[in-house]
């Protein structure tokens, strides 16, 4: 590990002024301190914001839901308002890393985390994440795990988050604190893609802390739930996963929210497939046919081309499970 200072901000004000002169935010820790360890993170100042006030889970005047950054994600998963209103987000933090992990980690933190590419995480192996200009080495190397949506040609690495997908499909907003003030931002624009500078990874300015993550209110009721395919059946990221959020009226799918984790570059919002249900009855061949759409525009490398099937199978189950087999 990298030598670094650390300093404990106390209030937001101190931390922003931290934040300005090039510290760096750490929140649970959960992440960051590794990637320190293995020295793909030489950040030189340290400063902890946990003792912020921006824990609390809170109902906007409209309805929707805002969970501050520094919320445990194992606190929002419990939350009862996040269990009524917004099951998905719930389930997509409850088949995240482990219990231990979401005792200490935040909703901020999960969404900034790091890809979980092992060639990004070998300081030794070529990464333009880690190193611009260096190369890919997953291009020609192992890339089962990697994206199929969203790639670059430098670089095909995945978001590695559960959460984030959940958010992406319900469109929440990220809230943001800098010196010039607050902003938000939408969260499809929030997390960026890799394109030709694969190092940028969110439209974060310098020293800018988010504050909350805002889920706008949705037509009631809102079924949902999230599902997630991988190699094992705990502690392990996703292969694929779907996050689904459908609002029937009537017999008839009036709003349809879809997103898919494990296979894009960022969390792979899908209104292909949200199209395709909006105005229809639920049906098993409704849900068959809308996933078909769901890997539309993939790109498959040499070891995941397994994941284009798994991906509309995963869709298709999950949008059964919510909706119905009528
Ligand atoms: C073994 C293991 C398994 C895991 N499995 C999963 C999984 O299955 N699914 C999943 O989603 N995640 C998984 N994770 C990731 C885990 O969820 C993250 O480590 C955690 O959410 C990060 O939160 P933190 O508060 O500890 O972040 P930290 O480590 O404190 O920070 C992470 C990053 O976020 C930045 N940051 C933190 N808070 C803010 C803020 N408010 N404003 C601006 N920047 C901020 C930091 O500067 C840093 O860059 C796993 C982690 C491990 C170690
Ligand atoms: S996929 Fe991205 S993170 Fe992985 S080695 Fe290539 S550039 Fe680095």
């Given at each position: ?9 106390a ?15 750490i ?13 793909v993170e030489?950040?030189e ?9 921006l ?21 929002a ?6 269990r ?27 969404i900034?985390?790091?890809?979980r ?17 260096s190369?890919?080495a997953?291009?020609?190397g ?14 095909v ?5 559960d959460?984030a997908?959940?958010?992406?499909a ?11 003030g ?5 969260f ?6 890799p ?14 802390l ?13 079924k949902?739930?999230y599902?997630?395919?991988r ?7 996703a ?35 949200e ?6 009855r ?5 849900w ?5 759409r ?5 790109r498959?490398?040499e070891?995941n ?5 798994l ?16």
């Amino acid at each position: 590990m990298h030598p670094f200072s650390f300093t404990k901000a106390a209030d937001t004000r101190s931390a922003l002024a931290a934040g300005q002169r090039g510290g760096r935010y750490i929140a649970g820790g959960t992440t960051l301190v590794d990637l320190m360890r293995e020295t793909v993170e030489r950040p030189e100042t340290l400063v902890d914001i946990s003792a912020l006030p921006l824990r609390k889970v809170t109902v906007t005047e409209r309805g929707g839901l805002r969970i501050g950054a520094l919320v445990r994600m194992a606190e929002a998963a419990a939350h009862p308002k996040v269990r009524t209103l917004y099951p998905v987000i719930s389930q997509a933090l409850e088949l995240s890393a482990s219990a231990q992990l979401r005792n200490m980690a935040t909703i901020g933190g999960n969404i900034m985390q790091r890809t979980r590419c092992t060639y990004f995480r070998d300081v030794t192996a070529a990464c333009n994440k880690r190193e611009p200009g260096s190369g890919c080495a997953a291009l020609e190397g192992f890339n089962r795990t990697h994206a199929i949506l969203g790639t670059s040609d430098d670089c095909v690495a995945t978001h590695p988050s559960d959460v984030a997908v959940a958010f992406a499909a319900l469109e929440a907003r990220v809230h943001l604190l800098g010196p010039d003030g607050e902003r938000s931002v939408a969260f499809a624009d929030f997390l960026l893609r890799p394109g030709s500078t694969p190092n940028r990874e969110q439209s974060l300015k310098k020293g800018e802390l988010i504050t909350a993550v805002e889920i706008p209110a949705l037509a009631r009721p809102l079924k949902s739930g999230y599902l997630k395919v991988r190699d094992r059946q705990s502690y392990e990221f996703a292969l694929t996963s779907a996050a689904v959020a459908l609002h029937v009226r009537g017999g008839v799918i009036r709003e349809a929210k879809v997103a898919a984790g494990g296979v894009g570059t960022v969390p792979w919002k899908l209104p292909a497939v949200e199209r395709h249900l909006i105005d229809e009855r639920p049906s098993k061949v409704l849900w068959t046919q809308a996933a078909e759409r769901a890997a539309d525009g993939a790109r498959p490398l040499e070891h995941n081309h397994f994941k284009i099937e798994l991906l509309k199978r995963t869709v298709e189950r999950q949008l059964r499970i919510v909706g119905g087999t009528k």
